[in-house]
Nanobody, 127 residues
Framework: QVQLVESGGGLVQAGGSLRLSCAAS????????MGWFRQAPGKEREFVAG????????RYGDSVKGRFTISRNNAENTVTLQMNSLKPEDTAVYYC????????????????????WGQGTQVTVSS
């Protein structure tokens, strides 16, 4: 069982930066592939970024490539999403998710393969 708690959301102007953190409980954190997703009002939840168990591989959604960076610290049971050059269209609730350890070596983009989810943190980007 893994519990995830996101933090770092808030209000920022376009062009600004935010750093989201996800703290995970449990001693097996390092065995999980991790991801960030987001859901804007009236839209479906979408993949933002993912990272495998070791941090050696990461993937990004097309809309955030070159602006967002995902990283993890297995010693501290945390995964971070650094968001730069934010745009109003980045406004959403951002969720941290942990995928099955079966996929630990992979970066998983499909929501259905993630077992555990945080409660979400709101990011609002003003124009």
């Amino acid at each position: 069982q893994v519990q995830l708690v996101e933090s770092g959301g808030g209000l920022v102007q376009a062009g600004g930066s935010l750093r989201l953190s996800c703290a995970a409980s449990g001693r097996t954190f390092s065995t999980y592939t991790m991801g960030w997703f987001r859901q804007a009002p009236g839209k479906e939840r979408e993949f933002v970024a993912g990272i495998n168990w070791s941090g050696s591989s990461a993937r990004y959604g097309d809309s955030v490539k070159g602006r967002f960076t995902i990283s993890r610290n297995n010693a501290e049971n945390t995964v971070t999403l650094q968001m730069n050059s934010l745009k109003p269209e980045d406004t959403a609730v951002y969720y941290c998710a942990a995928g099955s350890s079966v996929y630990s070596m992979l970066v998983v983009t499909a929501q259905t393969l993630y077992e555990y989810w945080g409660q979400g943190t709101q990011v609002t980007v003003s124009s």
